[in-house]
């Protein structure tokens, strides 16, 4: 691999779809390593840890839900990014995907145009911003050039879509966006993505802020979306 950037790691067990994904990554010009299960796909994380991992649902042995929730508990693997590729269309289950630690999803059969926008605009929130300036309310900071978050001086881990949530309310304090402004700020107007989806990350990133006792910073307004205010 010449260009880490840009290597994605394709975990799914049915081969049509893995050469469909690894077409439409070739032709973006995307490095890739396919793996079928679990197993085989922990062995080439360690060897080379790729910038984002397409991970199927429904795998023989470790599903990809258990497998995101085991990446998330381990140091070196807790801030690659994941997209969940599934069949299974309930909101129910997009949102227990989301929950098990992926930051996207796609639901099967899905597109290699809407498969190469998501990859693009996920990519896009996983990397620090040009940009030296560091953030700070009520002994919470982000620093942007460093991609850290501290509470009262303790690191908190954030995943790249919670970071990227998390500063754009940082950077508008108090003010109240609902969940489509906050889908344009930060997935971006391009791709579509339910909006039930903010709620999820919301909870994350809330999840997250515990650590510190910063999770009530983050406040949901009835009726209107959601703001960032110490009052």
Known sequence: MTDNSKYILVIDDERAIRDMVCMALAQELFQWQEASDAHKAEALIKQNPPQLILLDWMMPGISGIDFARKLRRQPETMNIPIIMLTAKTEEDNVIRGLESGADDYLTKPFSPRELIARIKSLLRRSQPENSHDAISI????????????????????????????????????DRVFSREQVLNNVWGDNVYVEERTVDVHIRRLRKALEKTGHQELVQTVRGAGYRLSNK
């Open 138 to 173: 009520n002994n919470l900071s982000l620093d942007t050039s460093s991609y850290r978050v501290e509470g009262n001086g303790q690191t908190i881990d954030l995943g790249p879509t919670e970071f990227k949530l998390l500063r754009f309310f940082m950077e508008n304090p």
